[in-house]
């Protein structure tokens, strides 16, 4: 068990609607990430925040949007959702942002099926 | 910029046999790099790591030696169990920034 909690774990939905996808860091942990992993693309940094601030901010597309709350966890809100969405959405946690040999503690995932 | 290329699978060993997945990079710095591992059904996990040149990182087995005269990074273990079957990913973290890079993952399933 990491310690990262994601919730859904399954989402099943359809084209046009909208979700949010939740994330508890491991505790102490003040840096989230969301990344996207689908079958064609492997696995795909879309934003990272660290206590509350958006830091980084990678392939991450206009109908998406994420923030960090006061208490840490995270949200990763997907509007306008299309077939190609669909895929497995990892969070992960780290204690800084800037140190180079940290690792990332990743949840065990939300799998989106947008039918 | 920065980026991962790493061998495509799926890889399929018979067990003990000797396994090398390829990890190559590009990077401005000197990133740290890391081996994760995912097994069925869950989420990533750092099997190993190096954060500077020469360092060898090593767990469970397997082995990756920093090179960056080759900008290398490859994963070795010397015989393979069927335990071992899962998807690894190759990853850096630059010196600078805060993102990680991927690369695409190799699928290895261990027969017995």
């Known amino acids: 068990d990491s310690g990262v909690t994601q919730t859904p774990k399954h989402l099943i939905t359809a084209t046009g609607q909208r979700v949010t996808l939740r994330c508890s860091p491991r505790?102490?942990?003040?840096?989230v990430y969301w990344y996207q992993q689908s079958l064609d693309q492997g696995l795909q940094f879309l934003i990272q925040?660290?206590?509350?601030?958006?830091?980084a901010k990678g392939n991450i597309l206009e109908r998406f949007s994420a923030q960090q709350f006061p208490d840490l966890h995270s949200e990763l809100n997907l509007s306008s959702l299309e077939l190609g969405d669909s895929a497995l959405y990892f969070c992960?946690?780290?204690?800084?942002?800037?140190?180079?040999?940290?690792?990332?503690?990743f949840g065990s995932g939300t799998q989106l099926s947008v039918l | 910029g920065n980026s991962v290329t790493q061998m495509e699978g799926p890889v399929t060993l018979s067990e003990e046999a000797f396994l090398t997945i390829n990890c190559t990079y590009t990077?401005?710095?000197?990133?740290?790099l890391f081996w994760y591992v995912q097994y069925p059904g869950e989420g990533l996990q750092l099997l190993l790591k190096?954060?500077?040149?020469?360092d060898k990182g090593s767990n469970k087995g397997f082995e990756a030696t920093y090179r960056k005269e080759t900008t290398s990074f490859h994963l070795e273990k010397g015989s393979v169990q069927v335990s071992d079957s899962a998807v690894y990913f190759c990853?850096?973290?630059?010196?600078?920034?805060?993102?990680?890079?991927f690369g695409t993952g190799t699928s290895l399933t261990v027969i017995p």
């Open positions: 990853a850096l973290r630059a010196n600078t920034g805060n993102q990680f890079y």
């Open positions: 925040y660290y206590n509350g601030e958006e830091r």
């Open positions: 505790s102490g942990d003040l840096s």
């Open positions: 990077a401005t710095g000197y990133p740290s």
């Open positions: 992960a946690s780290s204690k800084t942002p800037g140190t180079g040999g940290e690792k990332l503690f």
């Open positions: 190096a954060t500077k040149a020469d």
